[in-house]
Nanobody
Framework: QVQLVESGGGLVQAGGSLRLSCAAS????????LGWFRQAPGKEREFVAA????????YYGDSVKGRFTISRDNAKNTMYLQMNSLEFEDTAVYYC?????????????????WGQGTQVTVSS
């Protein structure tokens, strides 16, 4: 089992940047992929980005490609999401999740452990 704690959310103007962090404990950090998901009010939770166990492979949702960057530091047991050129539509609660495998993937069902989420609000 993995315990995940997100931080770094907040209020930002459109066009601004934020960096989210996800600190993990429990299962050996370097042995599983990680992902970021988000959920806006009234909408389903959607895939944002994923990163493989070694950080060499990354995947992005179409709506954030080119604006967001996922990374991880296995020495610090921490994953990051750098969000640039934020848009009003990026407003959501952002969740980090630990995957069942070493390789990143999009489906929610591929993730076994979830953080509590951090709110990101982008003002237009």
């Amino acid at each position: 089992q993995v315990q995940l704690v997100e931080s770094g959310g907040g209020l930002v103007q459109a066009g601004g940047s934020l960096r989210l962090s996800c600190a993990a404990s429990g299962r050996t950090f370097g042995r599983y992929a990680l992902g970021w998901f988000r959920q806006a009010p009234g909408k389903e939770r959607e895939f944002v980005a994923a990163i493989s166990w070694d950080g060499y492979s990354t995947y992005y949702g179409d709506s954030v490609k080119g604006r967001f960057t996922i990374s991880r530091d296995n020495a610090k047991n921490t994953m990051y999401l750098q969000m640039n050129s934020l848009e009003f539509e990026d407003t959501a609660v952002y969740y980090c999740a630990a995957a069942l495998s070493r390789f990143g993937s999009r489906p929610l069902a591929e993730y076994s452990d979830w953080g509590q989420g951090t709110q990101v609000t982008v003002s237009s």
